[in-house]
T-cell receptor, first 112, second 112 residues
């Protein structure tokens, strides 16, 4: 049973436009959500997070939106740049030291 | 600043051989430590986590084991590797307060 779902395996966006990556979750106990970026053969790097008490968090070109009623979050990247091409993982936590639950990732391709 | 090291970077092992992957963290004390695996076409699967020396929790029953002999050292082992153990192994740490986990560079394991 997949508790964190990223239904788009890949997404292609033109350079300079907005990239929107989506994530859905099923576990109501999740109270903290994170986005990670991963290049091939490297470990994921933390991008941005949001607590369940908020509905938006912004950091430079990256904004994460959380819709708790729909159990949905999204990552917006504006403007998209070539270096943004990577796999993006959505992750969720219910607190405690038992790790994060990850989605399968979305491969974002920024086209020139 | 904190850094996390993993070695080896790549490993090719025959079926039935033993395994030992090592992870060390610098610049922090008493971190929570995690082992994840990313198999081909799949997300990140939590294998083990540890909240302290000698304390190991397993998330997935398998032929792998983990140990934490020192505060900032985490080891992933197997007595006999299976083909299905192939994948990208990632070590991660956090301090349990802000939920963000920070990942090492990973080890690419190929079992032949």
């Amino acid at each position: 049973d997949q508790q964190v779902k990223q239904n788009s395996p890949s997404l292609s966006v033109q350079e300079g436009r907005i990239s929107i990556l989506n994530c859905d979750y099923t576990n109501s106990m999740f109270d903290y959500f994170l986005w990670y970026k991963k290049y091939p053969a490297e470990g994921p790097t933390f991008l941005i997070s949001i607590s369940s008490i908020k509905d938006k968090n912004e950091d430079g070109r990256f904004t994460v939106f959380l819709n708790k009623s729909a159990k949905h979050l999204s990552l917006h990247i504006v403007p998209s740049q070539p270096g943004d091409s990577a796999v993006y993982f959505c992750a969720a936590s219910g607190g405690g030291a038992d790790g994060l639950t990850f989605g399968k990732g979305t491969h974002l391709i920024i086209q020139p | 600043s904190q850094t996390i090291h993993q070695w080896p970077a790549t490993l090719v092992q025959p079926v039935g051989s033993p395994l030992s992957l090592e992870c060390t963290v610098e610049g922090t004390s008493n971190p929570n430590l995690y082992w994840y695996r990313q198999a081909a076409g799949r997300g990140l699967q939590l294998l083990f986590y540890s909240v302290g020396i000698g304390q190991i929790s397993s998330e997935v029953p398998q032929n792998l084991s983990a140990s934490r002999p020192q505060d900032r050292q985490f080891i992933l082992s197997s007595k006999k590797l299976l083909l299905s153990d192939s994948g990208f192994y990632l070590c991660a740490w956090d301090v349990g307060t802000y939920y963000e986990q920070y990942f090492g560079p990973g080890t690419r394991l190929t079992v032949t």
